[in-house]
Nanobody, 115 residues
Framework: QVQLVESGGGLVQPGGSLRLSCAASGTIFGIYTMGWYRQAPGKQRELVAAITSGRSTNYADSVKGRFTISRDNAKNTVYLQMNSLKPEDTAVYYC?????????WGQGTQVTVSS
């Protein structure tokens, strides 16, 4: 079982930046595909970005060129660098760990983009 704790959310103006962190414990972190998802009010949870154990990445079209996912296996942490933030990026952001049929989630961190 993986325990995931997100941090780094907050209120930021349009065009600003935030870096989210997700610290994992209780497992061999490096073997998992790690992902960031988000859920806005009244909408379904959607994939934002993911990074495999081999460091291959994929991104939602809406964030390509603005967001960057990375991982530090020595620190058991995955990051999401978010630049050029837009009001439509406002959501609760969740960290996910996945390996085969196993999947686990963090508690989420709120990101609000507003002037």
């Amino acid at each position: 079982q993986v325990q995931l704790v997100e941090s780094g959310g907050g209120l930021v103006q349009p065009g600003g930046s935030l870096r989210l962190s997700c610290a994992a414990s209780g497992t061999i972190f490096g073997i998992y595909t790690m992902g960031w998802y988000r859920q806005a009010p009244g909408k379904q949870r959607e994939l934002v970005a993911a990074i495999t154990s081999g460091r291959s990445t994929n991104y939602a079209d809406s964030v390509k060129g603005r967001f960057t996912i990375s991982r530090d296996n020595a620190k058991n942490t995955v990051y999401l660098q978010m630049n050029s933030l837009k009001p439509e990026d406002t959501a609760v952001y969740y960290c996910n760990a996945r390996r085969g049929s196993y999947s686990d989630w963090g508690q989420g961190t709120q990101v609000t983009v507003s002037s």
